[in-house]
């Protein structure tokens, strides 16, 4: 499959989206009630969101990035997940938030909270996806957060890429086949 720009839909907008983001913002500041949050951005797709969405959150927060591998140029996940760069400080005792662009399989999501816990022994840990395609779930795993269903369609914008191209459009779109 190949996408133009031409050929993209509108799924989300950039109204649509921020005006979720500072829903999900409020309630998680409503969660945390003034605690530390380290936020933990999932690279490269996560970055729009995790910017966006760190702007509403009041407590004392850090911001930190990791990256796993991706897709590459296809549109259908490998359903493997290879820790590509992951270099956190130590998260023992911290409010831990994970920010993940979409969950799709399961499997990175899976994969993180696994990482975390083997790792660390954090106070509390988190999950916010701004997608969540619940269709498409291999493994039994749901986000503690998210900020829209989409069926099985190939999304792009707003941080998710096709081949590295779209994550700067400010809305979410898909090619209709
Ligand atoms: P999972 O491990 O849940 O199958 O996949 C998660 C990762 O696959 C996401 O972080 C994202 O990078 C990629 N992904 C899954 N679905 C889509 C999609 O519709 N569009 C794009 N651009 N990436 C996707």
Do not use: W
Request: with cysteine.
């Amino acid at each position: 499959m190949e996408i133009k720009i031409e050929d993209l839909k509108v799924l989300f907008s950039e109204e649509q989206l921020q005006t979720r983001i500072k829903e999900l913002a409020k309630e998680l500041n409503e969660l945390y009630k003034g605690e530390e949050v380290i936020a933990v951005c999932v690279l490269k797709g996560a970055v729009m969101f995790a910017t966006d969405l760190v702007k509403y959150l009041d407590m004392p927060l850090k911001m930190e990035f990791i990256r796993l591998s991706s897709y590459g140029s296809s549109t259908s996940t490998s359903g493997k997940v290879n820790a590509v760069e992951i270099k956190l400080p130590d998260l023992n005792g911290k409010n831990v938030l994970i920010i993940e662009d979409i969950v799709d399989t399961g499997l990175t999501a899976k994969f993180l909270i696994d990482f975390m816990h083997v790792n660390f022994n954090v106070k509390s840990l988190k999950f916010c996806s701004l997608l969540d395609k619940k269709m498409t779930r291999k493994v039994d795993i749901e986000p503690d957060f998210y900020g829209f269903e989409v069926d099985d369609k190939f999304v792009v914008g707003y941080g998710l890429d096709y081949d590295g191209y779209y994550r700067n459009l400010r809305y979410i779109g898909y090619k209709e086949l």
